[in-house]
């Protein structure tokens, strides 16, 4: 045998062991990220009518062999989001699944293929829309009409308590949600200067173009008008995004909040929530619901405006992967856990906070 041959043989021999680890590890990863995302529930795509057009929702059931389940209504927050946001809301779906309930969403107009666009809404249409969801699930075999609720984030805390006044609801989860949508507005420009570390000759430049801004939303003007106002620079605004603005920006959850007296509501909070000033979200709910004993207020103090782990959310690479190895714990300890808590307390009558 020729002495060279036998390194050659080594060596691959090395890379044959090294590409079967590498296959080994691969596919011991990939059964990983399929386990994670196997979730402990049915879900189909549903059609739902609604004002002469057709929302594309997914229905997910629980696996418990009853014939009837409660259901929790998703009311998204803000932007271009579809039916399963990405399947972020999937960990939740199965957390509502564990004490029973099904959940249903759906895209919102515009986005996946659905038709019209959600920048022509008003919050009043999005309670419409809620509303029909709620009435088309009324309807169904499989949910009992007598424990149907809403959950939504953000945004969707101008919406809850619309679709409270225009069909009853058995309880409402409101997380991150705002109170005034220009006090709202201020304080996130605020909070993202101060985490930007913006010196004060910014501060007070982006203050001067955010009045402007109101001042332009009081009087009606148009997209042009803004850009002309703007020196030409939108910075990012587009015309669909200032109609939305134009026809939301007076939003004010305070009145209509008073539909939930009575309802119980769990509002859930961040500590570290740059978008929402959540002390004075709080202060607001406790006003109007605490008579009615049946507010539950949840903190935590470690949790983004999405209710995602702070340490997470501020890492792109810490999200993915933790979005794809493990997206359960992408939420804040105990989020999950106490979003299925509440809905198992509903039965017992144990839902009211101290």
Not at 67 to 78: A, I, M
Not at 122 to 136: F, G, V
Not at 243 to 248: P, V
Not at 319 to 325: D, H, V
Request: glycine content about 10%; charged content about 25%; some cysteine.
């Amino acid at each position: 045998m020729c002495p060279k041959t036998q390194p050659r043989r080594r060596g691959l021999a090395i890379a044959v062991w090294a590409l079967v680890t590498a296959l080994v590890v691969a596919a011991g990863l990939i059964g990983v990220v399929l386990w994670q995302h196997s979730y402990d529930m049915h879900e189909q795509r549903v059609s739902i009518r609604h004002g002469g057009h057709t929302l594309n929702g997914v229905l997910a059931t629980p696996k418990d062999g009853r014939e009837r389940h409660g259901l929790v209504v998703y009311v998204h927050g803000d932007g271009p989001v579809d039916a399963t946001h990405d399947d972020g809301y999937k960990p939740l779906w199965e957390a509502n699944a564990k004490a029973g309930y099904a959940s249903l969403s759906w895209d919102k107009p515009g986005v996946a293929g659905a038709p019209g666009d959600w920048l022509d809404q008003s919050m009043d249409d999005r309670a419409d829309e809620a509303s029909a969801a709620i009435a088309w699930a009324r309807a169904r075999q499989d949910i009992d009409g007598e424990r149907i609720g809403l959950w939504g984030a953000s945004q969707a805390g101008w919406v809850l308590p619309k679709v409270a006044a225009k069909t009853p609801v058995s309880f409402v989860i409101a997380v991150s949600p705002a109170i005034n949508w220009l006090q709202q507005s201020r304080y996130n420009l605020l909070a993202e200067l101060r985490a930007d570390g913006a010196s004060p000759a910014r501060t007070k430049a982006e203050i001067a173009k955010s009045d402007t801004t109101r001042r332009l939303l009081a009087r009606r003007a148009t997209f042009e008008e803004y850009v002309e106002a703007m020196r030409g620079d939108a910075d990012g605004m587009t015309a669909g995004r200032w109609g939305f603005i134009s026809r939301n920006y007076t939003a004010d959850a305070t009145q209509d909040l008073r539909t939930l007296r009575g309802v119980p509501v769990l509002l859930t909070l961040a500590g570290h929530d740059v978008n929402v000033d959540t002390a004075d979200t709080e202060r607001v709910y406790r006003k109007v619901l605490d008579a009615g004993g049946a507010l539950k207020v949840m903190r935590y103090p470690d949790a983004t405006h999405s209710l995602l782990k702070q340490s997470i959310e501020h890492s792109d690479a810490k999200t993915t992967l933790t979005a794809l190895f493990s997206p359960r714990s992408l939420f804040a300890d105990g989020f999950l856990d106490d979003q299925r808590q509440f809905l198992n307390d509903l039965g017992r009558g144990g839902n009211a906070a101290p």
